[in-house]
């Protein structure tokens, strides 16, 4: 009796403040849900569906990037750089198969000892910290483990393009001022051509084949300055070099160069930093979820950044195991899928479409591939792509070597190219400017600010440049002049600076970024943009995925630029060119259509399987230049008609209208 009491007394005690709480608490639950009823009214919707829609992509990806900041800060605090971590992985997996190329198997060690003997021979050849040397050959597993080697005594490799030749090659030689140049055997004819232009700025020249397996040696391989590597090397230590240990090496330092692929005239040399290797390589692997266990595909070429940087990148830092092949084949792609049992693939520029052209075989359903991740696949056929050969994810990225704006579509999205959070923007600060359509200016709001975008209006894709954040720099090019030509500044606000990707984006409200076209690619006419990418893959669908390039050309007596189509004819297939303008007038706005079009055999690409328009620029629609067949718009027909040097000449004049 007495507990009841002194439990009825709490309780009479207790009770008045019990209910004030639990009306403090419904209130307070009133209140929250009148205050969003009222905020969704007055649009606060859209930010509430946002969030719901974009939470677990966003957590997701800032997740991604915390591990990216911490493992990045970690290499600074330890003063580790790439051939440290390499390392590391050395000495966890060191029997592990880290290359498959051909009939060669190449271990995580036998990387590691081929690389300290290229180490210590250039030590020998007094080959110092800093210096550059050029490497120029084919992509096989020795080439990862000769930049790695050169990166182990401080000096910095510059990746040339194996497809390079002449002015373009001994450009990209010079522009780095190389002081020796490693070569595979196989272009010691190439490398013959521009000798005499080389000379007086390289002290050495060594040739080498880089296999694993003894092969005949190359005839023809003379001179007194010219050495091959492959019996001399075996000579060498396979301990580090002894500089290793001493060299003073920041995160910050180049640790190779790599060209721009070209695609409007010579390559830039682009820094890639150590912190920059570990960013995108480390960055993508967790973004889509690269296991150890995984092995990569590559047939891509190792002196770009997609296969030498973010595919090599996931053996040298997460352990993964990678299929190398010389040179892309689309015949051969998904057998080599298939005896490699890669689970996951690479793809660059036009490779997808490349496959889509292939007659169906069996190979291509045989196959354990889970995830294609790349850049350049076209939306039009992402889906068919997916479908076709069963790949569950695809990986589409954006980005560029000396970019601070790369992103990731990590969440199949078709058509997009990665994203952008809409809730906190100021986490991964990119953004999309308004850009003058005739100069290709930033335009500015009245306080002297660049004007930002809304959703689904198109930009130039920009990113803040932070000095002291890592992932926020911008490391650049060897050249000062066209460091400042990518950078604009005033931005977000006054003072600051950002890198000017020079392509064309669209955000939708969701955050997802969609390209629309290289800022220069872009022409107008009859007072309207013309996005060239829209255009070509209209045309390239239209024609069962014909190559195809679309650019402008200047027409006397008329603003802008007139739209010209460059198409590729297959020996076996005629291009219907009337049938080709019907399926353009259902599908392309008037001022879209092409006015010109140039019928030819083939249309040179970039190692990246990227189309080349800058010569065909120059030709523009001149017959007297071209050999090519040529036609043009004829509005009294509406019809394609054949472009001759006498209506040529009208058009010149202005005597046809357009």
Known sequence: MENFIENYRWLTFTFPFSVLFMLSYY???VNFLLSLSIYCAFGGWKFMKILILTIPRDFRGLMSLLKVKFFVWNMIRNRHTIPDIFEKTVQRKSSHIAFLFEDEQWTFSDVDMYANKI?????KLGVKSGDTIALFMESRP?????????????????LINFNLRKESLTHCINDVKASGLICGTELHSALQEINDDISKFITFKIFIDGSLIQRKPLNGLTGSADKILDKIINMESIQNPPTTRHITRKVHDPLMFIFTSGTTGLPKAAKVTHARFVMMSYGVSQMLGIQESDIIYNPLPLYHTAGGMIGVGQVIIRGSIMAIRKKFSASAYWSDCIKYKATVVQYIGEICRYLLCQPIRPEENQHNVRLAFGNGIRPQIWVEFQTRFKIKQIGEFYGATESNANI?????????????????????????IKIDPETGVALRDKNGLCIQCKPNEVGELVGKIHDKDPMRQFDGYISDAANQRKIVHD????????????????QDELGFFYFRD????????KGENVSTAEVEAVISNCLNLNDCVVYGVEVPHTEGKAGMATIVESGQNAIDLKLLDEKLKQKLPVYARPLFIRICRNIDTTGTFKLKKTDLMKDGFNPNLIDDN???????TCHYASLDSAIFEQIMKGLLKF
């Open 518 to 525: 290289r800022l220069g690619d872009t022409f107008r006419w």
């Open 408 to 432: 990731i579509n990590n969440v199949n999205k078709v058509g997009s190219v990665g994203f952008g959070t809409r809730i906190l923007p100021f986490v991964y600060p990119i953004t999309l």
């Open 142 to 158: 020795a080439y990862v483990a000769i930049w790695m080697g050169i990166s182990k005594i401080g000096a910095v490799p510059a």
């Open 119 to 123: 180490a210590n021979y250039l030590l």
């Open 491 to 506: 931005v977000f606000y006054k003072g600051d600076r950002a890198f000017l990707t020079g392509d064309l984006l669209i």
């Open 630 to 636: 040529l036609f043009y718009l004829d509005h009294k």
């Open 27 to 29: 209130s307070l639950i």
